[in-house]
């Protein structure tokens, strides 16, 4: 593996991956992931064959550390080796959601249970977004020199679906 370069500025997220690859090797799979405990270990049990590094990164700051995520993406697919870059987000990330005043209507419960679930979804297709409007990401996905996959994790199923970022689609995926 080439000499691996520094950061310029300030990125800890960066640091911390930077380090821990010079520890751990080579990697082919870049993976940001929520920090979801069933999510990491459904995750690692399936990912286990692979070389990866797994980045741990809340949903809730996604959006906060979106610049420090793509410049830890194009540090590693540039210099690091790494070919793939997988995002996995969460259904656990629906927060608190409107209070229902009568819990005794079940079908208000359970549609306020399913908007949240839906707005989660649609927060994950945004971070999605932004982290493909990243320049220099967005060229190597074009030129084929970067693979992207997006997973997403259904906690009340436990099971991943597959996200489609161009029609914001899920396909669920069998475990």
């Not at 990912?47 to 993406?73: D, N, T």
């Not at 997988?86 to 656990?92: D, P, T």
């Not at 932004?130 to 436990?158: I, N, V």
Request: charged share 25%; proline share 3%.
């Amino acid at each position: 593996m080439p000499a691996l370069k520094e950061a310029k500025v300030t990125n800890h997220l960066l640091h911390r991956v930077q380090d821990e690859i010079r520890q751990g090797g080579a990697i082919d799979y870049l993976v940001f992931a929520d920090d979801n405990p069933q999510l990491l270990r459904r995750l690692g049990d399936a990912m286990r064959a692979v070389q990866k590094q797994i980045v741990v990164v809340s949903q809730e700051r996604w959006q906060a550390a979106g610049e420090e995520i793509s410049e830890v993406a194009e540090w590693a697919v540039g210099e690091a080796g790494a070919d793939w870059v997988v995002l996995v987000g969460s259904s656990a990330f629906r927060g608190a959601g409107e209070v229902i005043t009568d819990p005794g209507d079940a079908a208000s419960v359970i549609k306020a249970a399913n908007q949240r679930t839906l707005q989660a979804e649609q927060r994950f297709g945004d971070r999605v977004a932004d982290f493909l409007s990243t320049p220099s990401l967005a060229s190597r996905l074009q030129e084929g020199r970067l693979k992207f996959h997006c997973l997403y994790y259904r906690c009340e199923s436990d099971t991943f679906a597959s996200f489609n970022p161009v029609d914001g689609t899920f396909q669920a995926l069998v475990h």
